[in-house]
């Protein structure tokens, strides 16, 4: 993330005086909120992966129906039909819509359930009133809701980059949901990446350019931008179409710029370089593979290398006297400008850590005479000029 999305972040959170959480382990988070008999909801940037939260949360309470609904799309006959009843025709009474009926049938069989709502904060005032009833009261137009159906809510947050209403004004919607900012984790989606089996071109490029997991260049420009949700329909794509190498139709998920950028790195095998490798095999394997991309030009190769080997080390934490030998000749042979990134680099992944590691490491390899001899000297050489 870029720190302008940080500032971003932290200023709504402390505004709401609520906690981000990473995707990588939101689920196991509000799990514990829905168990509890609590009402999460979740905030954040479209296509961080809240829907796939929920579904993540589903599979583990083994639920029997997930039902997802927008509800910006919903009118208020999509939640109920009003009708005269038979017995007095002064009242009415009111048929359900058929998307709920999954959640009263995981019921009668005395199943779990979950009822996911979207985009809560964009519904319009009639669908509003009938959604809070839904999800605090349990209840919709008087017909109440299976005891072990699980609800969950989601909302775009109101930081003025969405149309959406201020919920959390109303003292109700406060104290009734529980709020939690969902925020991105590279490393923690592409562990999920690998456990849904995601197509492994998307794996190995999102490993290899950290930054393309939410393009907030993109974003911010107003275009087409990759996302977490966006990144598993490119996959989707692929696996339905033999990983079809397309720029022309992958530009309509993530940009052209990005799509033509994704399939070169794909289709240019030889400068295809996982972080792992650098780390584990740096002069055998990663050196040939780096020193091609400096004679052909590619500085852009080597610095977003720089970035996602520092954030594989203290992601992953290897084994610290392996990727210690390996990491300081792979930090000696860069250039000034980006043994100075590599650093900041590391430093910036630190901070997701509580520390132990990135001070064990930096201890084995200020031991090494490449260290003492070749990246410190230059380092000290930088920043004192």
Not at 171 to 180: D, N
């Amino acid at each position: 993330m870029t720190n302008q999305t940080d500032s971003t972040i932290v200023k709504y959170t402390n505004k709401l005086g609520i906690t981000t959480v990473p995707i990588s382990s939101a689920a196991n988070t509000i799990i514990r909120v829905c168990m509890s008999g609590g009402v999460p909801c979740l905030h954040g940037d479209s296509g961080i992966g809240k829907t796939a939260i929920c579904h993540q949360i589903a599979q583990k309470l083994k639920a029997h129906a997930f039902v997802a609904k927008t509800m910006s799309e919903c009118q208020p006959e999509d939640l109920g039909i009003p009708f005269a009843d038979d017995e007095d025709p002064n009242y009415f009474s009111f048929k359900l819509p058929d998307w709920l009926k999954p959640i009263f049938e995981a019921g009668k069989l005395g199943l779990p359930s979950v009822l996911f709502l979207d985009e809560v904060t964009r519904a319009s005032e009639a669908v509003s009133t009938i959604m809070f009833n839904i999800l605090t009261e349990r209840r919709i137009h008087g017909h109440k809701l299976p005891d072990n159906c699980y609800l969950m809510a989601a909302c775009n947050p109101d930081n003025g980059d969405y149309a959406v209403k201020d919920i959390m004004s109303d003292f109700a919607w406060r104290r009734r949901l529980k709020h939690y900012y969902a925020v991105h984790s590279v490393s923690g989606w592409l562990k999920y990446a690998r456990e849904v089996a995601m197509h492994k071109y998307v794996i190995e490029y999102i490993e290899s350019n950290v930054d393309a997991l939410m393009d907030e260049k993109a974003r911010n420009a107003g275009k087409i931008y990759g996302n977490p949700a966006v990144w598993h329909e490119v996959s989707n794509f692929l696996h339905a179409n033999g990983g079809l190498l397309d720029a022309s139709i992958l530009a309509g998920y993530i940009n052209y710029d990005m799509a033509s950028d994704f399939v070169s790195f794909t289709e240019d095998s030889e400068f295809k370089l996982p972080p792992k490798v650098v780390v584990t095999s740096y002069t055998r394997k990663a050196k040939p593979v780096i020193e091609k991309m400096e004679k052909e030009g590619r500085a852009d190769l080597v610095s977003r290398l720089t970035t996602s080997v520092a954030m594989y080390v203290m992601d992953n934490q290897p084994d610290s006297e392996t990727t210690a030998t390996n990491m300081v000749k792979f930090w000696s042979e860069l250039g000034a400008e980006h043994k100075m990134k590599f650093m900041m680099e590391l430093n910036k992944y630190k901070a997701n850590t509580d520390g132990n590691y990135y001070r064990l490491l930096m201890g084995v390899m200020s031991k090494t005479e490449i260290w003492k001899t070749k990246i410190f000297p230059e380092i000290k050489s930088i920043i004192k000029g």
